[in-house]
């Protein structure tokens, strides 16, 4: 079993940042994946960046964030972050961190934070 908790999330200015966190718990050895994905109400939740654990720390990111957002993992803490620089409107959502085991079909899910955007 895997437990994932985000935090970090809050009201911010565009054009400004805000750094994410996801703190896991559980069994998290082994080869894995952890991402973050964002959701708005009456849309469907769409990955923002993912980081694999293996020989190398791949990542990956949506078009839309590239250049803007970092996704870092500390394995001192067992924490996943998402650095989000240069905020737009369209980034406020659900933020909701998620962590795959190698060979596993089951994703594990925090409860999410929210980001809202002011001008």
């Known amino acids: 079993q895997v437990q994932l908790m985000e935090s970090g999330g809050g009201l911010v200015q565009a054009g400004k940042s805000l750094k994410l966190s996801c703190a896991a718990s559980?069994?998290?050895?082994?080869?894995?994946?952890m991402g973050w994905y964002r959701q708005v109400p009456g849309k469907e939740r769409e990955l923002v960046a993912n980081i694999m654990f293996g020989i190398d720390r791949r990542t990956n990111y949506a078009e839309s964030v590239k250049g803007r957002f970092t996704i870092t993992w500390d394995n001192a803490v067992n924490t996943l972050f998402l650095q989000m620089n240069s905020l737009q409107h369209a980034d406020k959502a659900v933020y909701y961190c998620?962590?795959?085991?190698?060979?596993?079909?089951?994703?594990?899910w925090g409860q999410g934070t929210q980001v809202a955007i002011s001008a």
């Open positions: 998620s962590f795959v085991q190698a060979l596993s079909t089951m994703t594990y």
């Open positions: 559980g069994n998290v050895a082994g080869l894995w994946r």
